[in-house]
DNA sequence: CTAAGGATTAACT
DNA sequence: GTTAATCCTTAGT
């Protein structure tokens, strides 16, 4: 079933990032279904944490919907090529997200290899940040959609993830964070393929 | 390992 | 108004 509103409302963002894991995410653009499992997420808190775009309360265009109350997208164009896909949580006025940094296709496998670019189907499909959004069709100009709507939508498949096979680690490349750097707010499933290759 | 790429932002005039 | 630095990455040596 799809997630409701009231389930990215939740107060605590880190909670909800190493729940969203086994997850489904979907898209519908174009009118072709795409999506796939979660396999690794990142959170973001809005206060306490320089990684997160929000922080000390910043209030810009790109972080606007930041702000807003929880299950909404926030994608914005990293290195000048690359969208990456972050759900909105908490409540309005509270600035936490959670980055989708890993997909594990199952649907749609074929229009994602076409967005893409390739021929054949290759193993880092979705592994990546960047990459799942391309294979989903996920644009910049999908800033600010919303989660209950039928254009991207989490689904719960009421799949069961043992806590064992979900490692908790450093989130990646946010040196500039300081000390927040290390704190363990990056998920992902042990072993699984379809997570991102960074280190 | 490095290079590319464009938006965003802070720091200037 | 402009410039320079920075970035939650990927593809290609």
Redesign the pocket.
């Known amino acids: 079933m799809k997630l409701p509103l009231a389930y990215y409302q939740q107060p605590d963002v880190v909670a909800i990032a190493r729940d969203l894991v086994g997850k489904y995410l979907f898209t519908r653009i174009d009118g072709v279904l795409t999506g796939g499992r979660i396999v690794e997420t990142?959170a973001?808190a809005h206060i306490d944490d320089q990684?997160?775009?929000s922080h000390l309360g910043?209030f810009?265009?790109?972080?606007r919907v930041m702000y807003e109350a929880g299950g909404v997208a926030y994608v914005?164009?990293?290195?000048?090529?690359?969208a990456?896909f972050?759900i909105i949580t908490n409540v309005a006025g509270k600035a936490d997200?959670v980055?989708i940094r890993g997909l594990e296709p199952t649907e749609g496998i074929a229009e994602m290899q076409l967005r893409r670019g390739l021929t054949t189907a290759a193993k880092?499909l979705t592994a990546?940040?960047?990459?799942l959004t391309q294979a989903l069709g996920i644009q910049v100009s999908h800033y600010g959609t919303d989660l209950s709507g039928d254009l991207i939508w989490l689904e719960d498949h009421q799949e069961v993830v043992p806590a064992a096979d979900i490692v908790a680690s450093p989130?990646?490349?946010?040196d500039?964070a300081g000390a927040d750097a290390a704190l363990p707010w990056r998920f992902r499933i042990k072993g699984n393929p379809w997570t991102?290759?960074?280190k």
Request: glycine share 12%; charged share 20%.
């Open positions: 990142e973001y990684a997160c775009h910043r810009t265009k790109r972080t914005y164009l990293i290195y000048g090529r690359y990456l972050n997200a980055l880092n990546g940040p960047g990459l989130r990646v490349g946010i500039y991102s290759p960074a």
